[in-house]
C-alpha cells in the first residue's frame, strides 16, 4: 500500500524556539494532507487540512500563526510549530489521499508514523 | 455534535479467543464509517470502512465490523485473535458526503493479548 512518512519521529527542543516537521507520500502524489494531534489516552485531532499550492484551511480553535502549514509540493507537507511551549508537546501525525476532497468511496487516508514533540 | 464512544479503554483477550470493540457515533445521518489500527512506531492502518449497502463488512487482517443503524454502532469483531492483533483500535467517522478529511476519532481501545 502506499506510504507516507514523517520526519523527524521525535523531537525535543527548548521552549521558544521553532520546529519543522515533515510528512511525505513516498510513492503516490498527495493532493490533500492532514495534520492532527493526539495527546496521551485521547483521539486524534484535526489541526489543518493542506492543499497543494494553495494556504492551508485550519480547524476552529488552532493558532494559524503559531502551527505553519506549507505543503510546496504533490509529495511533501511541512508543520513549523513555532515559538513552542510545553503545552505544545503532542503527538503529531500527518495522512494524505490522492484526491482532492476525498469524498469518493475509493479514497483511502494514509497515515504517517507520527512524530513525538517534547518541548522543555 | 458529532461524536464517537469507544467504550472500552483497554480489552484484554486470551490468544484464539474472539475479540468484538464497540464503537457508537452520534451523528444526524448515516455517516462514513472507520476502522483503524495503531501499532507502536507505525501510522494508523485502515482495517476497513463502511460507505453504504451491505452492513457486514470484511476488511484486512480477517477482522469485520456491523453497522447496525438501529444502535448506532460500528462494532469490530475477529473469530480468533492473534498475538500480533496486540495493538491500539480506533474507531473513526466522517460526515456522509463531506470530505474523508475530516475524520472524527474516538479515543481507542488498546488491545492486549495473552499467550
Known amino acids: 500500500g502506499a506510504v507516507v512518512s514523517q520526519h523527524p519521529s521525535w523531537v525535543i527542543c527548548k521552549s521558544g524556539t521553532s520546529v519543522k516537521i515533515e510528512c511525505r507520500s513516498l510513492?503516490?502524489?498527495?493532493?490533500?494532507m492532514f495534520w492532527y494531534r493526539q495527546f496521551p489516552k485521547q483521539s486524534l485531532m484535526l489541526m489543518a487540512t493542506s492543499n497543494e499550492g494553495s494556504k492551508a484551511t485550519y480547524e476552529q480553535g488552532v493558532e494559524k500563526d503559531k502551527f505553519l502549514i506549507n505543503h510546496a509540493s504533490l509529495t511533501l507537507s511541512t508543520l513549523t510549530v513555532t515559538s513552542a511551549h510545553p503545552e505544545d508537546s503532542s503527538f503529531y501525525i500527518c495522512s494524505a489521499i490522492t484526491r482532492a476532497g476525498g469524498t469518493h468511496s475509493t479514497d483511502t487516508q494514509y497515515f504517517g508514523p507520527g512524530t513525538r514533540l517534547t518541548v522543555l | 455534535a458529532q461524536s464517537v464512544t469507544q467504550p472500552d479503554i483497554h480489552i484484554t483477550v486470551s490468544e484464539g479467543a474472539s475479540l468484538e470493540l464497540r464503537c457508537n457515533y452520534s451523528?444526524?445521518?448515516?455517516?462514513?464509517l472507520f476502522w483503524y489500527v495503531q501499532s507502536p512506531g507505525q501510522g494508523l492502518q485502515l482495517l476497513l470502512k463502511y460507505f453504504s449497502g451491505d452492513t457486514l463488512v470484511q476488511g484486512i487482517k480477517g477482522f469485520e465490523a456491523e453497522f447496525k443503524r438501529s444502535q448506532s454502532s460500528f462494532n469490530l469483531r475477529k473469530p480468533s485473535v492473534h498475538w500480533s492483533d496486540a495493538a491500539e483500535y480506533f474507531c473513526?467517522?466522517?460526515?456522509?458526503?463531506?470530505?474523508?478529511?475530516?475524520?472524527?476519532f474516538g479515543k481507542g481501545t488498546k488491545l492486549s493479548v495473552k499467550p
Open positions: 451523528y444526524g445521518a448515516t455517516p462514513y
Open positions: 510513492d503516490f502524489q498527495a493532493t490533500t
Open positions: 473513526a467517522v466522517a460526515p456522509y458526503g463531506g470530505s474523508q478529511g475530516n475524520l472524527i
